[in-house]
């Protein structure tokens, strides 16, 4: 069975940094898309980093210039570096992937990690 496992949230000061891991476990072929969401209370989920297989990236307009995704391929690992970080950056960070299964069926599945908490101290 697979899962997308986080790590590395956590409490910061404004002007801080954290990095944010989201490993596969289990059998997969192929990982498409590989993204980072966000969801702050009362608020609804947005997008904030996107990698495609083929290596590009895009930012949510507020996080551009101070978050990078990354992606490794041979460990099927995403990464999310964020810097200078806000009070406004304070949510819920979940992980995204669209994996290729291999057991029980060659499948396509859209995967979400378990959600790993961002707080952001003024």
């Known amino acids: 069975q697979v899962q997308l496992v986080e790590s590395g949230g956590g409490l910061v000061q404004a002007g801080g940094s954290l990095r944010l891991s989201c490993a596969v476990s289990?059998?997969?072929?192929?990982?498409?898309?590989m993204a980072w969401y966000r969801q702050a209370p009362g608020k609804q989920r947005e997008l904030v980093a996107h990698?495609?297989?083929?290596?590009?990236?895009n930012y949510a307009d507020s996080v551009k210039g101070r978050f990078t995704i990354s992606r490794d391929n041979a460990r099927n690992t995403v990464y999310l570096e964020m810097a200078n970080l806000k009070p406004e950056d304070t949510a819920v960070y979940s992980c995204?992937?669209?994996?290729?299964?291999?057991?029980?069926?060659?499948?396509?599945?859209?995967?979400w990690g378990q959600g790993t908490q961002v707080t952001v101290s003024s």
């Open positions: 995204y992937m669209v994996i290729r299964t291999i057991t029980p069926t060659v499948a396509w599945g859209n995967y």
């Open positions: 289990g059998l997969i072929s192929i990982i498409n898309t």
């Open positions: 990698s495609t297989s083929g290596g590009s990236a």
